[in-house]
């Protein structure tokens, strides 16, 4: 797999198509589990109630979907949507095996969702935004398709604000990260795209600006575990100015 002879878009597909299998298992080895106690986080703020609906974009293997499922019930409506069949047939088994029809998982791009506007009350991202060929332009689209007054919710990977700390934080994600990829899913090169994605990925101040500057208000920003990931929320408004 040659980066350098794909795009952006290209690369990342084939990264997740191939990790798929032990994707799961990854996400909670390399976050030492924080990532669930993340999610977490982001479900108390959302405080998702029955009845209610929710996109979830590049939803992986579905795990946010799912959670979401769980809140609104039967009679409420979840879309996962990802780019990534091979993430997305886990997400089936995992979906199925819990019982949760209301979630429907669909094979989309984060770059044009397939929905009308003003379709969704929460529209999520949860470790993908780094991911996407252009943020503002996925950002748009999930404020595109929420209700007036809806929540547009980005959990991401940041950057520890503590010079130490940023430092440590560093050295595992560069070093000793990519070499955990090799060993427990033999996957050197497509974890060694985990740091390069955060490189030139805005920090949680940036990315709060960004949210402002696509249109959504009362933005609010949460640094979790130190900064290694950040909690962004922003409303779409009522009525548009």
Same mark, same amino acid.
């Given at each position: 797999?040659?980066?350098?002879?794909?795009?952006?878009?290209?690369?990342?597909?084939?990264?997740?198509?191939?990790?798929?299998?032990?994707?799961?298992?990854?996400?909670?080895?390399?976050?030492?589990?924080?990532?669930?106690?993340?999610?977490?986080?982001?479900?108390?703020?959302?405080?998702?109630?029955?009845?209610?609906?929710?996109?979830?974009?590049?939803?992986?293997?579905?795990? $946010?979907?799912?959670?979401?499922?769980?809140?609104?019930?039967?009679?409420?409506?979840?879309?996962?949507?990802?780019?990534?069949?091979?993430?997305?047939?886990?997400?089936?088994?995992?979906?199925?095996?819990?019982?949760?029809?209301?979630?429907?998982?669909?094979?989309?791009?984060?770059?044009?969702?397939?929905?009308?506007?003003?379709?969704?009350?929460?529209?999520?991202?949860?470790?993908?935004?780094?991911?996407?060929?252009?943020?503002?332009?996925?950002?748009?689209?999930?404020?595109?398709?929420?209700?007036?007054?809806?929540?547009?919710?980005?959990?991401?990977?940041?950057?520890?604000? $503590?010079?130490?700390?940023?430092?440590?934080?560093?050295?595992?994600?560069?070093?000793?990260?990519?070499?955990?990829?090799?060993?427990?899913?033999?996957?050197?090169?497509?974890?060694? $795209?985990?740091?390069?994605?955060?490189?030139?990925?805005?920090?949680?101040?940036?990315?709060?600006?960004?949210?402002?500057?696509?249109?959504?208000?009362?933005?609010?920003?949460?640094?979790?575990?130190?900064?290694?990931?950040?909690?962004?929320?922003?409303?779409?408004?009522?009525?548009?100015?």
């Amino acid at each position: 797999m040659e980066k350098q002879k794909l795009s952006k878009a290209e690369y990342v597909h084939q990264v997740f198509e191939s990790i798929a299998p032990k994707y799961d298992l990854m996400n909670t080895l390399l976050s030492f589990r924080r990532h669930k106690a993340w999610r977490k986080v982001a479900m108390r703020k959302m405080n998702v109630q029955a009845q209610e609906s929710a996109i979830d974009i590049c939803c992986g293997t579905g795990d $946010w979907a799912l959670s979401i499922a769980e809140q609104v019930g039967e009679k409420g409506k979840v879309i996962g949507l990802d780019f990534s069949e091979n993430m997305l047939k886990i997400g089936e088994q995992k979906r199925d095996q819990r019982g949760l029809s209301q979630v429907k998982l669909v094979h989309g791009d984060a770059m044009k969702l397939p929905y009308e506007e003003d379709s969704f009350d929460y529209a999520t991202i949860g470790f993908a935004l780094r991911n996407v060929p252009d943020i503002r332009q996925v950002l748009s689209e999930m404020k595109r398709v929420v209700k007036p007054g809806g929540m547009v919710i980005s959990l991401e990977l940041s950057k520890p604000v $503590w010079p130490p700390f940023r430092a440590l934080y560093f050295l595992y994600f560069n070093r000793i990260l990519p070499a955990l990829g090799q060993l427990f899913a033999n996957r050197y090169e497509q974890y060694r $795209w985990l740091p390069e994605s955060l490189k030139h990925f805005p920090d949680s101040q940036e990315l709060a600006k960004i949210f402002e500057e696509v249109g959504l208000h009362k933005v609010e920003t949460r640094l979790l575990t130190g900064g290694i990931a950040a909690l962004h929320i922003g409303y779409k408004r009522t009525t548009e100015v």
